[in-house]
């Protein structure tokens, strides 16, 4: 069964240092997200893409952040100075149309930042 | 107000029996529901997803829905200990993002 990968599955950083999270979203899927989730909390969106392009950002999503779809598999998000509170469990996830909502879910990346 | 509220606290149930969760949502425009599992420092794992009011059943899993009482539920049949998990209630509402609840926690008691 098809599934979206990410790596690396732990990044650790220093604070101020910038930080490349990527993703393989589902082959025949045309929406990408990401979302955090920090320890104990809830899930959180960041932002959602389609046709190369940014089609929503949540309020978390800064000029910080940044997605790229670079080639034709990989999906990445780039934190360009990271803070202590950028600490979470990183999530992409794909979906395959805007009518098929469903969302598939990568394995995550930990960062963790000092 | 919080989009989409999960308000019990951890739920124990015996082996077998039937564990039920509830989430209420805020956006009366919301479309699509969904149910993620996750397990301790894993990624949420699809298990359920309605559209229409009325149940939808998958296996031991069922959804319901009442969206004039902004409500969905999650019922697990003849529960495992491997359904021991935090169980989290997610809405689609006029945008593509998933808001989430906090989620409720349940224990299958062997």
């Known amino acids: 069964e098809p599934e979206v990968t990410q790596t690396p599955s732990h990044q650790v950083t220093q604070m101020g240092q910038e930080v490349i999270l990527r993703c393989v979203p589902i082959?025949?899927?045309?929406?990408f997200y990401w979302y955090r989730q920090i320890l104990g909390q809830k899930v959180e969106f960041l932002v959602s893409f389609y046709n190369n392009e940014i089609s929503e950002k949540s309020e978390i999503f800064d000029d910080q952040f940044s997605v790229e779809r670079p080639d034709g598999s990989n999906f990445t998000l780039k934190i360009r100075s990271t803070k202590l509170e950028d600490s979470a469990m990183y999530f992409c996830?794909?979906?395959?149309?805007?009518?098929?909502?469903?969302?598939?879910f990568g394995p995550g990346t930990r960062l963790t930042v000092t | 107000q919080k989009e989409v509220e999960q308000n019990s606290g951890p739920l124990s149930v015996p082996e077998g029996a039937i564990a039920s969760l509830n989430c209420t949502y805020s956006?009366?425009?919301?479309?699509?529901f969904f149910w993620y599992r996750q397990y301790s420092g894993k990624s949420p794992e699809l298990i359920m997803f309605?559209?229409?009011?009325g149940d939808k059943e998958d296996g031991r899993f069922t959804a319901q829905l009442n969206k004039a009482s902004q409500y969905v539920s999650l019922l697990i049949r003849d529960s495992q200990p491997s359904d021991s998990a935090t169980y989290l209630c997610?809405?689609?509402?006029?945008?593509?993002?998933?808001?989430f609840g906090k989620g409720n926690q349940v224990v299958v008691i062997p």
């Open positions: 082959s025949n899927h045309l929406y």
């Open positions: 309605i559209y229409s009011n």
């Open positions: 996830a794909s979906a395959r149309t805007v009518g098929n909502y469903e969302q598939y």
């Open positions: 997610a809405v689609i509402g006029g945008n593509n993002r998933l808001a």
């Open positions: 956006d009366r425009g919301s479309q699509s």
